[in-house]
């Protein structure tokens, strides 16, 4: 791997997922110098296929990060794998520590999030392929199959609700616990969802069997109310402003992804829990147009001085 310490790069990329790859791509063919670390350890990495992106419906996550890094090293983007322990500010741009220590004159931060999943047994385990947490991404492979439900807060209200435009069979366990109000109950009854027990195991045998305190139900495929965390120690340690949203704490960014830390974006997962790949790519794309602007017009402010 070539020494890449003393040179200043226009920007590094810190994350190589969709959104990370897409700001990398676009500021490649923009001619900028851009380097993407990256530790490999993608959200999806477990998912045998994404679905409902445009062209690569059914595609493998892996597959998909690999053609995108093929791709991006056409326009000459280079990649480092490992982990980025700190971005310091500096006269110039920044540092990026790690493995190796980068220059930048603009970082983007695409580190996505983590999902904390209950204290379960087995839903660790299953996690990615018969437990996941994304109806858009999910429910058309279980269409009228039966479902579950893990309820795990009051917004598990909202995944059943979603989730049920996709079967007629959906049970949601521990939804009461949860904290779901009497009133949304109501709404679930309404619409022919069961409401069991918590569920107390999660196990896989000919279909997903969740175990109660009144019994076993078996489902296709059981949905969880997993909690994101967005993986943004680096932003909070720079003293980007955040936002506190039903989701948790988020990293405030202006449309663009452009954080209250001049020159620092944050895009993909770690700004928005939302971010499905589709969108996660579109705000790289965007992103990188707003970076190659701002490197303009510093380039002609310089050139006029």
């Not at 445009?54 to 990649?79: C, H, I, N, W």
């Not at 580190?111 to 392929?129: C, E, F, K, N």
């Not at 452009?258 to 020159?263: D, E, F, K, N, P």
């Amino acid at each position: 791997m070539s020494d890449l310490t003393g040179i200043r790069h226009d920007v590094v990329v810190v994350g190589g997922g969709a959104a990370g790859l897409s700001a990398a791509l676009m500021l490649g063919r923009a001619r900028r110098s851009v380097v993407v670390v990256d530790q490999g350890k993608p959200r999806n990495l477990k998912a045998p296929h994404m679905h409902g992106v445009l062209s690569r419906d059914g595609m493998s996550p892996v597959d998909f990060l690999e053609q995108g890094r093929a791709e991006a090293r056409k326009y000459g983007v280079t990649f480092v794998e490992g982990e980025v322990t700190v971005i310091e500010p500096a006269v110039d741009g920044f540092v990026v520590r790690g493995l190796q220590d980068l220059r930048a004159k603009r970082v983007v931060v695409a580190t996505g999030l983590v999902d904390v999943l209950p204290d379960i047994p087995g839903v660790s385990d299953l996690w990615g392929t018969s437990a996941v947490v994304c109806p858009y991404c999910d429910g058309w492979e279980v269409r009228d199959q039966a479902l579950g439900v893990i309820a795990t807060s009051p917004i598990s209200r909202n995944q059943a609700q979603l989730l049920r435009q996709w079967t007629p069979n959906l049970t949601v366990f521990g939804a009461r616990e949860a904290g779901i109000p009497d009133g949304e109950l109501a709404g679930l009854e309404a619409r022919g969802i069961v409401l069991a027990p918590p569920a107390e195991k999660v196990s896989l045998g000919d279909d997903v069997v969740v175990a109660t305190m009144t019994g076993d139900v078996h489902v296709a495929r059981v949905f969880v109310g997993a909690r994101p965390r967005p993986s943004d120690s680096l932003l909070m340690a720079l003293g980007c402003a955040t936002t506190d949203t039903i989701a948790g704490s988020y990293v405030d960014t202006e449309p663009g992804g452009q954080t209250s830390v001049a020159g620092v974006w944050a895009i993909g997962n770690v700004a928005d829990s939302k971010a499905l790949v589709s969108i996660a790519m579109g705000a790289g794309t965007l992103a990188a147009t707003q970076i190659n602007i701002s490197l303009l017009e510093e380039e002609i402010a310089h050139a006029i001085a």
